[in-house]
Each structure stands twice: as structure tokens, then as C-alpha cells.
């Protein structure tokens, strides 16, 4: 076990409504990257969170935002959802300190648009 | 940005024998390299990782090998068991951003 928790583990959406996901990091990580994987691809960058505020952003529309609080949970919401949207959505948590160090992932939540 | 590429896409071993999975990375600014491990409805898993300023790092059964030059790296898994059967990931990120860029993946099926 990481201590990375997403919820809900599933959930299932109609085209154009609204999303939001939930992930709490593990004990002591300040820093927290969302992820999508399509199925049968490997997981693609959304945007990090550090010290609640975004610290990069891959290549995602700006209908993906997000969130992290004080306690550097996060959240990722998703307005006006695609049918593509449908994906794993994977948060990852980190300790930021002057260089790359060990990114734990949640188990995900599965997303489907219909 | 950073491109990593991954193969073979499916890998196929008797148990007890060794798999190989080669990945390459684009960014020559990219010093951190992990590797994961997924299993069906699962997150992935880190299972080791190596950064720029070694060449080789071993941790039991698993090694990972970088070759900057070339901008390749490779996970070896020695002495195969049926619960090494998965997906493994290869993945990539520069200097202090904690941003990794995935290979495709590669499944594994171990026979016994």
C-alpha cells in the first residue's frame, strides 16, 4: 500500500456533465500530479499541485482543474465531459525537495462517459 | 517535450527465465528514471528507479540499467515468477519537476 486514497473507485457520467475526483497523499508529501490512462496506454501528465497551486500543466484543455488544500489533498475536476474523457484518472503524491524523488500512485478512479 | 518509447509491447517467458524491457527518452535534460509495475485494477507501483548519475542499480531479482549517451534505459527481471505477470511502465522526468512522461507499457506474462 502507497497511503495515496482516490475516490470513488468507479463512477459513471453523462456526456457534458461535471466531474470531480479526490485524492488524499501519503503522510509528509506535499506535492501532487494528476494523471489519465487511457486503456492500454501508459498514464498521461495532467498538472501537479504544490503548495496549492498549479506548478505545471501537460497537454489538457482548460476544462481540467484543480485543487490542492492545506493538507495537500487534491482534487480534479472535469466540466463539460467528452466521451473521451472516459480513462483511469491517477493521482500521484511526492515530496518536493530540490530534485526528483519517488512518486507514489493511488489505485485510481475509473471514469466513463456515456 | 519528453518522448519515451517502449518495446516490446508484449513479452512472453518461461518462468525462471529473465526478461528484458528497453526504453529510450528524447529529453537529454531528463536525469530521473522510474520504473512501474501494474496489475489489472490497479495503480501502478514503483519498483525501482535510477537517476542520471549512475549507470546500474539492483535490487534483488530486479536491475535497471542507463545509458546516457545513447539516452536508453532497460529493466532486467532475473529468475521470473508467475506474479511478476503485468504491465511495467518506463518513465522519464528532468530535474526537480516530479513530472514523468510514460512509455507505452509492456506486458509480461510469465509461464509456468
Known amino acids: 500500500e502507497t497511503g495515496v486514497t482516490q475516490s470513488p473507485t468507479h463512477l459513471i457520467k453523462t456526456r457534458g456533465q461535471q466531474v470531480t475526483l479526490r485524492c488524499s497523499s501519503q503522510s509528509g508529501h506535499n506535492t501532487v500530479s494528476w494523471y489519465q490512462q487511457a486503456l492500454g496506454q501508459g498514464p498521461q501528465f495532467i498538472f501537479q499541485y504544490y503548495r496549492e497551486e498549479e506548478n505545471g500543466r501537460g497537454n489538457f484543455p482548460p476544462r481540467f482543474s484543480g485543487l490542492q488544500f492545506p493538507n495537500y489533498s487534491s482534487e480534479l475536476n472535469v466540466n463539460a465531459l467528452e466521451l473521451d474523457d472516459s480513462a483511469l484518472y491517477l493521482c500521484?503524491?511526492?515530496?518536493?525537495?530540490?530534485?526528483?524523488?519517488?512518486?507514489?500512485f493511488g489505485q485510481g478512479t475509473r471514469l466513463t462517459v456515456v | 517535450g519528453e518522448n519515451v518509447e517502449q518495446h516490446p509491447s508484449t513479452l512472453s517467458v518461461q518462468e525462471g527465465d529473465s526478461a528484458v524491457i528497453k526504453c529510450t527518452y528524447s529529453d537529454s535534460a531528463s536525469n530521473y528514471f522510474p520504473w512501474y509495475k501494474q496489475e489489472l485494477g490497479k495503480g501502478p507501483q514503483l519498483i525501482i528507479d535510477?537517476?542520471?548519475?549512475?549507470g546500474e542499480k539492483k535490487d534483488q531479482r530486479i536491475a535497471v540499467t542507463l545509458n546516457k549517451t545513447a539516452k536508453h534505459f532497460s529493466l532486467h527481471i532475473t529468475e521470473t515468477q508467475p506474479e511478476d505477470s503485468a504491465v511495467y511502465f518506463c518513465?522519464?522526468?528532468?530535474?526537480?519537476?516530479?513530472?514523468?512522461?510514460f512509455g507505452k507499457g509492456n506486458q509480461v506474462v510469465v509461464i509456468p
Open positions: 518513465a522519464a522526468s528532468a530535474y526537480g519537476n516530479n513530472r514523468l512522461a
Open positions: 535510477i537517476r542520471s548519475n549512475v
Open positions: 500521484a503524491s511526492s515530496i518536493r525537495q530540490g530534485g526528483n524523488t519517488e512518486a507514489f
